[in-house]
């Protein structure tokens, strides 16, 4: 296909991956390095990978540190915490986005894109912002403690922050959208009629979703679960404003060992560990799926 | 008729304020082909989507063998729907998407098997059982949606538009197909259409639907000659409406200033039709001859016929000739005078 473009093309479909190579794969290459160098007292806080005595060149590279995040449970147990949290946020986001995404795609066409901004609005303030607003609701003179002290429910505040139901809330929140717009992009497109035909071959409301509607809005939950699983698994921002000391998540163990502990060199570790681990699954999970949509096609 | 197969008893239905259906009322036999007829938006397509359960009558109700159905939800209901875009499921295959609805019911494995087999057989779509829904043709679809309907064995099969989706020679095949479809099984059809040469050849009977109102229910014969009323007779095929006029006792054709002698009854009637191919023109000769001549405005031969437009007194009206009956029409061409003839037993009265 490449061969047939002209010289102008070729520029216009290489510019992204220029930007890829540029912005993802050249700070990749980095932190890869900087993951491999020796931890030192200085500025920048390692030694350099290449060195030149009067021995000649010396390589000053190393695998403690992937060795070191490995023996020590403290980093697995943390990475763990990360991917039940992101496994837990995405289920809950499939099962509150789902029936939204199915309504505003299911409603007029009017009112759908009244929805679909509604959906998109909470985006035009910052992300920051957003979280801060729970921390805000959630605390213990917050809105929600003063409600139920004032009905009487409870007598004095409970504490509903700095735990990890909170980060999960604070999480399914944030990542909602991420969620809905992917699967409102596949269930726009799903043929009324197909749920009809169903029913009217005998096919119960529930049978007609779990044998017509999810199997068709699959790509749309695969989308969708990618976009909220793989940025919680590294979110730092949430877990630190919203979480507590119960549980530490993975992205606040590389914050702490970059700018607490200035050990760059096992933080990139942890990094390229945990972006690893992530992406051969995915990458796998992809291309069986891609196989199987194949198939289907 | 004794007890109908299925009645449909007052059967109103509004969205938002338009009425879409205003107090139906049809009985329709088992075992026939009855057709709903009528141009877009005549609340043809709601009665069917109620008949099917999709939809729920705001007033009325349905009967089927004597029991009302009209609250059931579509899953219970004995009959299928056949959609006019097939809605076949995407993701499955052929034979998958013809066991569907047996998968829905309490039979064994054997029996699906026997039943899906006896269908793929019955509706020639041996060899194609693995094939995706993308993968087979328009009318191999159309055939896959009629045998997912009749694979259940309804009582009653609800087609709508069946044909619309299919190109033309396709369709003509596909419609003697379904009449020996039905006729094999026995199974009563109701099709929704709007094209009325097709409700002419499938039906044994059909309605002719105007604004969620039934104006005339009868065999296509019926319809075709005996229409109620004007738009009826526009409606279904070519019709050329004249004026009638009754003065003492003298029943005249007001635009060709003609009289109708051999009537018996002489009521009141204002309009009266004759159909086209009822009404046979030839080249004048001499002048002298008749009363009746008028002026070729249009010639369209088709091969089979040809369509005149003629002109009379400065109303124009059809005319249609075999071409294989008068030769010698071949030779009439643009603003020759004809001569205008009719059997009398052709005109049909009726009151606007």
């Known amino acids: 296909m490449i061969k047939n473009l002209k010289k102008q093309n070729v520029w216009f479909v290489f510019t992204p991956y220029l930007w890829l190579v540029l912005f993802f794969f050249v700070p990749l290459a980095l932190i890869f390095k900087i993951s491999i160098s020796v931890s030192e007292w200085g500025m920048p806080p390692y030694r350099d990978l290449f060195s030149f005595s009067e021995n000649g060149l010396k390589?000053?590279?190393?695998?403690?540190?992937?060795?070191?995040?490995?023996?020590?449970?403290?980093?697995?147990?943390?990475?763990?915490?990360?991917?039940?949290?992101?496994?837990?946020?995405?289920?809950?986001?499939?099962?509150?986005?789902?029936?939204?995404?199915?309504?505003?795609?299911?409603?007029k066409p009017s009112i759908r894109n009244i929805l679909l901004i509604m959906l998109i609005i909470p985006f035009w303030s910052s992300f920051l912002l957003r979280v801060y607003a729970w921390k805000v609701l959630l605390q213990g003179s917050g809105i929600i403690n003063s409600i139920l002290i004032h009905i009487g429910l409870i007598s004095e505040p409970i504490s509903m922050l700095h735990n990890h139901y909170a980060v999960i809330l604070g999480v399914v929140y944030t990542y909602l959208p991420f969620m809905i717009l992917p699967l409102y992009g596949y269930l726009v497109k799903f043929d009324l009629n197909l749920i009809d035909a169903s029913n009217d071959l005998g096919a119960k409301p529930l049978n007609?979703?779990?044998?017509?509607?999810?199997?068709?809005?699959?790509?749309?939950?695969?989308?969708?679960?990618?976009?909220?699983?793989?940025?919680?698994?590294?979110?730092?921002?949430?877990p630190e404003?919203?979480?507590?000391?119960?549980?530490?998540?993975?992205?606040?163990?590389?914050?702490?060992?970059?700018?607490?502990?200035?050990?760059?060199?096992?933080?990139?570790?942890?990094?390229?560990?945990?972006?690893?681990?992530?992406?051969?699954?995915?990458?796998?999970?992809q291309l069986m799926y891609a196989k199987y949509n194949f198939k289907n096609e | 008729m004794s007890e109908p197969f299925l009645q449909i008893i007052d059967v109103s239905k509004r969205f938002d304020n338009v009425v879409a259906l205003d107090k139906v009322n049809l009985k329709i036999a088992k075992s026939e082909i009855f057709s709903l007829l009528g141009?877009?938006?005549?609340?043809?397509?709601?009665?069917?989507?109620?008949?099917?359960?999709?939809?729920k009558p705001d007033e009325g109700r349905i009967l089927l063998e004597g029991k009302d159905i009209t609250k059931l939800p579509p899953y219970v209901r004995p009959l299928n729907i056949m959609f006019q875009n097939y809605a076949?499921?995407?993701?499955?295959?052929?034979?998958?998407?013809?066991?569907?609805?047996?998968?829905?019911?309490?039979?064994?494995?054997?029996?699906?098997?026997?039943?899906?087999?006896?269908?793929?057989?019955?509706?020639?779509?041996?060899?194609?059982?693995?094939?995706?829904?993308?993968?087979?043709?328009?009318?191999?679809?159309?055939?896959v949606a009629l045998a997912r309907c009749l694979v259940k064995k309804p009582k009653l099969l609800l087609l709508d538009e069946p044909l619309a989706a299919l190109d033309k020679q396709l369709r003509v095949?596909?419609?003697?197909?379904?009449?020996?479809?039905?006729?094999?099984?026995?199974?009563?059809?109701i099709i929704v259409t709007h094209d009325q040469e097709e409700a002419m050849s499938l039906s044994d009977r059909m309605a002719i639907m105007k604004n969620g109102e039934i104006l005339q229910v009868g065999n296509p014969v019926e319809i075709y000659e005996k229409p109620k009323d004007k738009y009826i007779a526009n409606f279904i095929g070519t019709a050329n409406?004249?004026?009638?006029?009754?003065?003492?006792?003298?029943?005249?054709?007001?635009?060709?200033?003609y009289e109708v002698k051999n009537i018996n009854n002489k009521e009141n009637y204002v309009k009266c039709l004759i159909r086209p191919e009822k009404i046979s023109v030839k080249k004048l000769e001499n002048q002298s001859d008749n009363l009746?001549?008028?002026?070729?405005?249009?010639?369209?031969?088709?091969?089979?016929?040809?369509?005149?437009?003629?002109?009379?007194?400065?109303?124009?009206?059809?005319?249609?000739?075999?071409?294989?009956?008068v030769s010698d029409n071949l030779q009439i061409r643009w603003d020759d005078k004809v001569q205008i003839s009719f059997n009398e037993t052709s005109i049909y009265f009726f009151n606007d």
């Open chain 2, 39 to 55: 141009s877009s938006g005549c609340g043809k397509s709601t009665l069917l989507r109620i008949i099917a359960g999709f939809e």
């Open chain 2, 241 to 257: 409406i004249f004026n009638v006029l009754n003065k003492n006792n003298q029943i005249i054709i007001k635009e060709l200033n």
């Open chain 2, 173 to 189: 095949q596909t419609q003697f197909e379904l009449v020996n479809l039905q006729y094999k099984l026995g199974i009563t059809f």
């Open chain 1, 241 to 285: 404003m919203l979480g507590g000391s119960d549980k530490l998540y993975f992205g606040k163990i590389i914050w702490d060992e970059f700018f607490v502990n200035r050990d760059w060199p096992i933080a990139s570790a942890l990094a390229m560990s945990g972006i690893v681990i992530l992406v051969f699954p995915i990458i796998i999970f």
């Open chain 2, 292 to 325: 009746n001549i008028g002026v070729v405005k249009e010639v369209a031969y088709l091969g089979s016929y040809t369509k005149y437009l003629i002109e009379v007194n400065g109303f124009e009206f059809y005319s249609f000739m075999q071409n294989s009956l």
């Open chain 1, 59 to 107: 390589i000053n590279s190393t695998l403690g540190n992937y060795l070191f995040i490995f023996s020590d449970p403290f980093y697995i147990r943390s990475y763990l915490n990360s991917l039940s949290l992101a496994f837990t946020s995405t289920v809950l986001c499939l099962l509150i986005g789902y029936p939204i995404a199915f309504y505003v795609a299911k409603s």
């Open chain 2, 88 to 143: 076949l499921f995407p993701h499955l295959n052929v034979t998958n998407n013809i066991q569907f609805g047996l998968k829905e019911e309490k039979i064994s494995k054997e029996e699906i098997n026997h039943r899906v087999n006896e269908i793929l057989n019955l509706l020639e779509l041996n060899g194609l059982e693995k094939r995706k829904i993308n993968e087979i043709s328009g009318g191999q679809q159309q055939r």
């Open chain 1, 208 to 238: 007609t979703f779990v044998k017509v509607i999810l199997p068709l809005s699959l790509p749309g939950i695969v989308a969708g679960s990618m976009l909220v699983f793989i940025p919680v698994v590294g979110e730092y921002i949430i």
